[in-house]
């Protein structure tokens, strides 16, 4: 195939494979694999494998490392220090140690079994940190040593990488190239660290004043690739040059910009990378091992789950927690392609090998999301005395709830969760809050509040609570799959108690309210209803006109303020199912319109799904519009609905269809 042809075929596969794995909540780099699998010298043979493609799809693992690099902060890491160096050191360490003892008497070698120790003991941040967030673990215990663990492991590459190609040397060259490779290693790290930031900072400067995206842009492009070259020149690898180029802005006020910006050439160039890992994949020969990968599979979660339970039991966490957080970390991750990627290039492992451990770990990968999803069961069966730490648990919430009545129960003891409970205390009304950041409720609970560790969306912890003697539920955090959860718990237990919702804006308002909430309050509409009165008053506006607005406003639900004029700029909203939800747009009456002379009730526009929230005639705006009112020429039509209830809409008001 000619190399344009080869450049769509790849975008094709990539575009329909990722997409499915996207929809099914699977990581896209499975996806890429599949693709690279797929046009690679053991299947349609379409890609060659030249030097060119593989020099490409490094700048991938480039962008990556800069990124990790970006999120490199040192104060951070003092914070985190004993989990991130103590828990986490242990695991990686721990992984070598028994990978290399392991492959050595195997006949593997020291060297290759050393490599292949580093490379199983990295686990998917990409996949983790999301799961995490999703289930609101991220402030648990085992939330906590998870992201610590993720975080040294990040670190951990950096060496690796330098240490891997060292390792192919004969053994008395392995030492002096190590050495060297270590001397550099840390002249380029302590030239960044005490005098590349002060140099940076002020660069940064210099370039943002010229108020230029594109040129803010390419100096990005120029510090990346420039330091990676210069790291490639010292004999050492362009991703630790990469890593050093994000430690240096990652102390500049500059971070979070550049960070969205280098995005896009991340992932596209990381994806491309994957592709060319992939190419390795002989699905033919992978069947024919099928025990092999089984077995190796098995292997890597036991050993890797074992090996963090253990680590998390001597740094003194309960054997419910190290349990947790072995489950968490057991699969393998995108880091383990990148460090198996450097193995092959210096051909420590046998071709049989490499085709079994990336087997391995494209299933551990697929197997995470599930492991994560019953590990509370797992941990159950695994650890006796967590019934018993569950049943103190819940406990102690039905002792704080034991004897109050018609109480309040907060899910979430955030801000807003401290902020209502302090209003409720001064009317006198007694509340019970549920929350699993353990520290906060720690020194919440130390402080007098009526704070409990629990999870508002499991059944038993709302039992607890006394939901069956509550007089209102409030949600307080802004997730709306997370409130979704705690709802459906929250009416299986108690069909009618009054729940209140907290969201972010007026987006999700039907779906919470078709789940069941009483009330949802959307801060973003709350927000501005706030700016209003401060406006209006000081416009002269008399107060009580302001509040009768406020209340007619709330009495219709929000309804006067649903939906927004999206412009332009929507496309590059991180959300694209929010391209979906449902919007304002103008429709002009034009001469010639087939709803010109008819009334609303006429045209059925309802039918369309499409509601008519203003109509705006001769600089008149007519709001709530009723269904007599007919269309006239050059008519203003504010319409709410979807992109697609819109186009329907359109059409019927134009065409009559």
């Known amino acids: 195939m000619h190399t344009f042809e080869l450049v769509l075929v790849l975008l094709a596969g990539a575009v329909l494979v990722v997409g499915i794995f996207r929809s099914l909540n699977l990581p896209p780099v ?3 694999l599949m693709v690279g699998a797929a046009v690679g010298p053991h299947a349609m043979n379409l890609m060659p494998d030249t030097g060119g493609a593989r020099y490409l799809a490094e700048f991938g693992v480039v962008f990556l490392m800069f990124t990790i690099g970006l999120e490199f902060s040192l104060p951070r890491l003092y914070s985190m220090k004993r989990i991130v160096f103590g828990l986490g050191s242990m695991q990686v360490l721990g992984c070598i140690v028994v990978v290399t003892l392991v492959g050595a008497l195997a ?77 550099k290693a840390v002249v380029m790290l302590g030239l960044v660290l005490f005098l590349g930031q002060k140099v940076m900072r002020r660069w940064f400067f210099e370039v943002a004043r010229q108020r230029s995206a594109e040129l803010f842009m390419l ?12 790291t490639e020149s010292a004999g050492l690898s362009l991703a630790l040059g990469a890593f050093l180029a994000g430690m240096l802005i990652s102390e500049t006020e500059y971070r979070y910009h550049v960070e969205e910006d280098i995005k896009p050439f991340r992932d596209v160039l990381l994806g491309l990378f994957f592709v060319t890992v992939g190419m390795f994949l002989d699905v033919g020969q992978i069947i024919l091992s099928l025990p092999a990968v089984l077995a190796m599979l098995g292997a890597l979660l036991l050993v890797k789950f074992l090996l963090a339970g253990v680590a998390s039991r001597v740094m003194g966490s309960p054997q419910g927690t190290a349990a947790r957080t072995g489950l968490w970390l057991c699969a393998g991750g995108e880091f383990g392609f990148v460090l198996l990627s450097q193995i092959d290039a210096a051909r420590l492992l046998p071709p049989a090998l490499s085709q079994v451990i990336v087997a391995a770990l494209v299933l551990s990968m697929l197997l995470a999301p599930l492991i994560v999803q019953y590990s509370e069961k797992l941990v159950l069966r695994l650890v006796p005395s967590e019934w018993m730490s569950r049943s103190l648990q819940l406990t102690n919430i039905a002792t704080q709830s034991m004897f109050v009545d018609k109480h309040a129960i907060l899910c979430g003891f955030g801000r807003n969760g401290q902020y209502l409970g302090r209003l409720l205390e001064q009317e006198g009304i007694t509340y019970i809050a549920l929350d699993l950041d353990p520290e906060r409720v720690r020194e919440a609970a ?66 919470l309210r078709q789940a069941g909430a009483a009330e949802v309050v959307p801060e973003a509409v709350e927000s501005s209803l706030m700016l209003a009165s401060h406006a209006l008053a000081l416009l002269g506006v008399p107060m009580p006109r302001i509040l009768k607005r406020i209340r007619e406003v709330r009495a219709e639900r929000y309804h006067l303020l649903r939906g927004l004029y999206r412009g332009g700029d929507h496309l590059h909203e991180e959300a694209i199912e929010e391209r979906q939800q449902p919007r304002l747009h103008s429709v002009v009456m034009a001469a010639g319109a087939h709803a010109i002379g008819h009334s609303l009730e006429e045209l059925r526009l309802r039918e369309t799904g499409v509601e008519v929230s203003a109509v705006r005639r001769q600089r008149i705006r007519v709001v709530d519009p009723t269904p007599e009112t007919r269309i006239e020429l050059d008519d203003v039509l504010v319409l709410l609905g979807t992109p697609s209830q819109l186009a329907s809409a359109e059409s019927r008001l134009f065409k009559g269809l």
């Not at 100096?219 to 210069?230: E, H, Q, S």
């Open 446 to 511: 130390a402080a007098g509040e009526t704070v409990v560790f629990g999870d508002a969306a499991k059944r038993e912890t709302l039992m607890a609570a006394g939901i069956a003697r509550a007089s209102v539920v409030v949600v307080t955090y802004a997730d709306t799959d997370a409130a979704l959860r705690a709802m459906s718990q929250i009416r299986a237990c108690r069909p009618d108690v009054p729940v209140v919702v907290r969201t972010a804006d007026e987006v999700d308002l039907d779906k």
């Open 107 to 183: 006949g593997l070698g020291w060297g290759p079994s050393f490599a292949l120790g580093g490379t199983l003991a990295m686990s998917s941040t990409a996949i983790i940190s999301k799961l995490l967030s999703d289930r609101l673990e991220l402030d648990s215990r085992h939330g906590r040593e998870t992201i610590g663990v993720l975080l040294f492991q990040d670190l951990a590459v950096v060496p690796l990488l330098i240490l891997i190609p060292a390792l192919s040397k004969p053994a008395e060259e392995m030492l002096t190239t190590l050495a060297l490779a270590t001397v």
């Open 30 to 32: 499975l996806g890429y």
């Open 219 to 230: 100096n990005v492009l120029f510090i990346t690739l420039g330091l990676a070259w210069l």
